[in-house]
């Protein structure tokens, strides 16, 4: 089926770094989503966007709905062990009856 | 926030056997449900739609008769993998959403791990 194309695939990355993820699509979106799911469990959203260009943040992330409506990233600031996961972006296009489109994921790894 | 209960969330049982996953809305109602099926180091894969008083909708290659789901309520659906088989093994995760708004985002359940022996 129809997926975004989410980048990048996996990271490993210092206790302390900053951390960008972003998606990409070839056509437009209403709302991009951005989810995080440990292992086992099932995604948790982080971040809602409604409007291109909303630039939202919600503690140390950050997420941004891109102007051409058709991209979005997601930045983490000061990672720490806690955020190891994998992060999905999703999102809602204009004619899709409320069915969410996914991203591959990105995972997350973060070493103390 | 909106709370979405699925249970059970782990399931071992032997092949040929039928299996009921039930996913409950428990702040909301959730007019509309959503059921995918996620592989090792993969994305989520939607299966089918679960609209409350009528047929799902399922997507292109997953088997209607396979996987029956029912949504008799607006805080309960359903999915039963019948007659399961070892390569029906695999995490099941359910999600709701408010078909009111359809744009919102959709809030998932913790997911339910399927063993076929």
């Known amino acids: 089926g129809q997926q975004l194309n989410q980048s990048p695939q996996s990271m490993f990355i210092q206790e302390g770094e900053d951390v960008s993820m972003n998606c990409t699509s070839s056509?437009?979106?209403?709302?991009w989503l951005w989810y995080k799911q440990d292992p086992g469990e099932g995604p948790v959203l982080l971040i809602a966007?409604?409007?291109?260009?909303e630039l939202t943040s919600n503690g140390r992330l950050t997420a941004q709905f891109g102007i051409t409506r058709k991209d979005s990233f997601l930045n983490i600031s000061a990672s720490i062990p806690s955020d190891v996961g994998i992060y999905f972006c999703?999102?809602?296009?204009?004619?899709?009856?409320?069915?969410?489109?996914f991203g591959q994921g990105t995972t997350l790894q973060v070493k103390p | 926030g909106a709370v979405v209960s699925q249970h059970p969330s782990w399931v071992i049982c032997k092949s040929g056997t039928s299996v009921k996953i039930e996913c409950r809305s428990l702040?909301?109602?959730?007019?509309?449900m959503f059921w995918y099926r996620q592989f090792p180091k993969q994305s989520l894969m939607l299966m089918a739609t679960?609209?409350?008083?009528?047929?799902?909708?399922?997507e292109q290659g997953v088997e209607k008769d396979k996987f029956l789901i029912n949504h008799a309520s607006l805080t309960l659906s359903t999915l039963t993998v019948t007659s399961a088989h070892p390569e029906d093994s695999s995490f099941y995760i359910c999600?709701?959403?408010?078909?009111?708004?359809?744009?919102?985002?959709?809030?998932f359940g913790d997911g339910t791990r399927l063993s076929i022996l």
């Open positions: 999703a999102g809602f296009r204009p004619s899709n009856t409320g069915k969410l489109i």
């Open positions: 056509s437009i979106f209403n709302t």
């Open positions: 966007l409604y409007k291109a260009g």
């Open positions: 702040d909301f109602q959730a007019t509309t």
């Open positions: 679960s609209n409350e008083g009528s047929k799902a909708t399922y």
């Open positions: 999600s709701g959403g408010d078909r009111r708004n359809s744009n919102q985002p959709q809030h």
